[in-house]
């Protein structure tokens, strides 16, 4: 290699180098901050802002492939035995959420479009009431405005991890802690397990790519790990540094691909997703309550169940306030999984729809 060809290499590693450092220290500060989806937030904030000064700054596209099958097979690893054979038996409520997520996807469109004057792709995409990390994949795949994308969705987000407990607390429960209790230490994860489980999901990406599967990096390695930790195929849990070591490159990676935001435009974005939110949780309120008459199941907890909030502050709540955990997650996890696929299913529908017109 000569010297002029080093330059260029050694430039973008540096360059690289420096992207990277500025979104793990923007993760950390979102973290020592408690803030929700901090290792994914965080990064992306801090890219937004500093890549209006440094424009140079970028993400591998071979890294941000392998942090997003990292994540895929962690979020797929959520379907345990214990889960998936518990599921049949909340099979009418499970439906119910489902239902509700397409209910609450159209009506949220329609709003965004008719009250505030989005784009179909842009509102359709932003009225996911999950699925955040599969949603900016995709979305960033189309014409939609991503910088409303991520900003509606990381709000929704932070309204119900923030205003939720609160609001709870003040209707009359006492909600002691939002943190989970300590699991027992796990064992270390089999190597050639995980291995094999990597190598699995690079490979289901890269089918999923080569048949134009939208966000197939994602959804694809997700798919297949469900499907191998729920029926036990698959024992080894993903190590949590890996995990959180992927969320800050695809943060960083989504902060640098953003427009550069202006005030104006951000006050405008706090308040129609706080009104959007307003209008999930009314429809949550609904929901909760037939499930509620239908099958018995306290109102909070039915509430905790279908809430267009974090699964893990859910899930957190439930066992602070003493009901099951599982029904919360496993109703949480149904409704993430269904917004991660009913995104390359909007995508699609959009370009069909261009296709005609």
């Not at 000064?53 to 979020?75: C, F, K, Q, W």
């Not at 993430?336 to 995104?343: D, E, I, K, N």
């Amino acid at each position: 290699m000569t010297k002029a060809s080093r330059q260029p290499l050694t430039s973008a590693l540096a360059s690289q180098g420096l992207t990277l450092t500025l979104g793990t220290a923007g993760a950390l500060v979102a973290w020592s901050l408690s803030l929700p989806l901090a290792f994914l937030v965080g990064p992306a904030l801090v890219m937004l802002f500093a890549s209006r000064a440094l424009p140079a700054l970028t993400v591998s596209p071979v890294l941000r492939a392998l942090a997003l099958v990292v994540i895929g097979a962690y979020l797929g690893s959520r379907f345990t035995p214990d889960l998936a054979a518990q599921m049949p038996l909340w099979a009418a409520s499970l439906t119910l959420n489902a239902v509700m997520t397409v209910v609450t996807t159209c009506l949220g469109t329609i709003f965004l479009m008719r009250a505030f004057g989005y784009d179909p792709s842009t509102a359709a995409f932003a009225a996911l009431p999950g699925g955040i990390l599969s949603v900016l994949e995709v979305a960033r795949q189309s014409d939609a405005d991503q910088q409303a994308v991520m900003f509606l969705q990381v709000f929704r987000v932070a309204l119900g991890t923030i205003a939720l407990p609160f609001i709870i607390d003040g209707i009359g429960f006492d909600i002691p802690s939002t943190g989970l209790a300590q699991t027992a230490a796990q064992d270390a994860a089999p190597l050639a397990q995980l291995a094999l489980l990597m190598a699995a999901c690079i490979g289901a990406a890269a089918i999923g790519r080569k048949i134009r599967f939208p966000s197939a990096e994602l959804v694809a390695p997700m798919l297949l790990s469900a499907t191998l930790y729920a029926t036990g195929t698959v024992t080894a849990p993903i190590p949590g540094g890996g995990v959180i070591v992927s969320f800050i490159i695809v943060g960083t990676a989504v902060g640098a691909t953003l427009p550069r935001p202006d005030i104006k435009p951000f006050l405008r974005l706090i308040l129609h997703t706080g009104m959007v939110f307003t209008l999930m949780c009314g429809l949550t309120l609904i929901f909760a309550y037939g499930v509620h008459l239908g099958f018995g199941v306290s109102m909070i907890e039915a509430f905790l169940a279908f809430a267009p909030a974090g699964m893990t502050e859910m899930t957190a709540m439930a066992a602070a306030l003493h009901l099951d955990p599982g029904y919360v997650a496993a109703n949480n996890l149904v409704r993430l999984s269904l917004c991660s696929l009913l995104a390359p299913v909007i995508l699609l529908g959009l370009k069909a729809r261009a296709r005609r017109g």
